[in-house]
Nanobody, 124 residues
Framework: VQLQASGGGLVQTGGSLRLSCVVS????????MGWFRQAPGKEREFVAA????????RYADSVKGRFTISRDYALDTMYLRMNSLKPEDTAVYYC??????????????????WGQGTLVTVSS
């Protein structure tokens, strides 16, 4: 599985961005996909995840109600719509994938496939 993230940039507090992750590989229907982020000097943290086939989702408490994860079968692309952005959302965002749809774990060690990061900077 290969993942290619894009869509990061500089935005003011309260603004919005949409991240994209193009996914390629076999058996995607059996995969769970997700987004993690890593701020300078901090550990990588879970943001959101979705099952590729069923569309079940899971969110970190810090982004619930502001971020929406989704996927488009036709384009083999996963999205993260981010609204009401805050300076504390500033980080490098990574898309990731794992086999298995029964769980959407928040531990990054359970996701073996990673794309390159895309930087999101929220100015105050």
């Amino acid at each position: 599985v290969q993942l290619q993230a894009s869509g990061g940039g500089l935005v003011q507090t309260g603004g919005s961005l949409r991240l994209s992750c193009v996914v390629s590989g076999r058996n995607l229907n059996s995969h769970g996909m997700g987004w993690f982020r890593q701020a300078p000097g901090k550990e990588r943290e879970f943001v959101a995840a979705i099952t590729w086939r069923g569309g079940s989702t899971r969110y970190a408490d810090s982004v619930k109600g502001r971020f929406t994860i989704s996927r488009d079968y036709a384009l083999d692309t996963m999205y993260l719509r981010m609204n009401s952005l805050k300076p504390e959302d500033t980080a490098v965002y990574y898309c990731t994938s794992r086999q298995g749809m029964t769980r959407l774990p928040v531990d990054s060690n359970e996701y073996p496939y990673w794309g390159q990061g895309t930087l999101v900077t929220v100015s105050s």
